[in-house]
């Protein structure tokens, strides 16, 4: 039988609405009187029913997260982050995988699930600012990533151009001058184009040359992608002596083709990522990468979709996400 408040107050001595005061956290409640309700809830094995908390909100409890790559190390251990952000405001989180594509970005930040929802937290690749004009639903809806929009939602991102030349100015001042960037993208991937453009201004402004023929596009986020832009890129001849790529999967298959050819990790070719999965903790050679603040996006995502929901939010904004550099074996080489 599931244990209620009415139980907890009778075992604790106290009104229902104390018990229900140190569950919601209510701060008028003194600490004696705190311990002695808790001590009732361990005791009892007491769980809150957050459904029917919710419900009495006219709220669902739900909020949604749409991503456009669940495979993409990134963003699982980004929607890890949030997960655990909504449960300390007792939300659960729903999925969902765009794929990147408009059509399916629109119809998400359309209310395809605005009746089970409160909140959509949108990572958007393909969506166009006139779909979000457009939109007509009242959920509230955060957006991640560098897309810029210019428009009445609040917006959480990394300064791209910044990390990226954070990056390359740590191959430099180790004396790298033959800098690739792998990762280009063609069409709407504006986080490729913002990173690509600090390779070009942080190369410009050490003096050294910007060669297109060091930068290789891909299809995709992954380690056969940054693999086979690797392989094209050596066999025009060339031989650089440091790789940026895009992300740490296309960093990471860099580094075994460089591998298989022979060439060593850093000594021949030092190479940095980004996104600091945990994947590239444990190669046989450690990435280094750019490392965006995934629980702070997270966080800073719910609390604004909770404070949108509450009606105490200020006027839509724009926040930049903290970063940094951590520096690791794939261009530090091991210490000794």
Do not use: C
């Not at 300390?88 to 359309?110: A, C, F, M, N, P």
């Amino acid at each position: 039988m599931r244990v209620s408040l009415k139980d907890v107050a009778a075992r604790a001595g106290v009104s229902i609405k104390t018990v229900s005061n140190v569950v919601n956290n209510y701060q008028h409640v003194t600490p004696a009187m705190r311990e002695r309700v808790q001590q009732a809830i361990d005791e009892l094995g007491y769980r809150p029913n957050l459904t029917a908390r919710h419900l009495r909100q006219g709220r669902t409890g739900i909020i949604a997260l749409a991503l456009p790559e669940l495979g993409n190390p990134y963003f699982a251990e980004l929607a890890a982050a949030v997960i655990d952000a909504a449960a300390l405001h007792d939300y659960i989180v729903l999925l969902d995988h765009t794929g990147g594509r408009r059509e399916q970005e629109v119809l998400v930040s359309q209310g395809f699930r605005a009746r089970v929802i409160d909140g959509l937290i949108l990572s958007p690749i393909e969506l166009e600012a006139e779909d979000l004009r457009e939109r007509t639903e009242n959920v509230p809806l955060v957006l991640l990533g560098e897309r810029h929009y210019d428009l009445p939602y609040d917006h959480i991102a990394v300064d791209n151009v910044a990390a990226a030349r954070t990056a390359v100015r740590h191959l430099i001042d180790l004396g790298r001058r033959e800098v690739a960037f792998i990762g280009a993208r063609r069409g709407h991937s504006q986080p490729a184009h913002l990173r690509l453009q600090g390779w070009r201004e942080e190369l410009l402004s050490a003096g050294l040359s910007v060669d297109d023929g060091l930068i290789a596009t891909t299809e995709g986020w992954g380690h056969a992608d940054g693999a086979a832009a690797m392989t094209r890129i050596l066999e025009t001849g060339r031989r650089p002596d440091a790789v940026f790529a895009y992300n740490d999967p296309i960093a990471i298959g860099a580094m075994r083709v460089l591998s298989e050819r022979g060439m060593r990790v850093p000594e021949d070719v030092a190479v940095v990522g980004f996104d600091d999965v945990v994947e590239g903790h444990f190669g046989t050679v450690t990435l280094t990468s750019v490392s965006p603040d995934k629980e702070a996006i997270a966080r800073m995502a719910v609390e604004s979709v909770l404070a949108r929901l509450s009606g105490q939010a200020p006027e839509p904004r724009r926040v930049w996400a903290d970063y940094r550099l951590i520096a690791r074996e794939s261009t530090l080489g091991r210490s000794t």
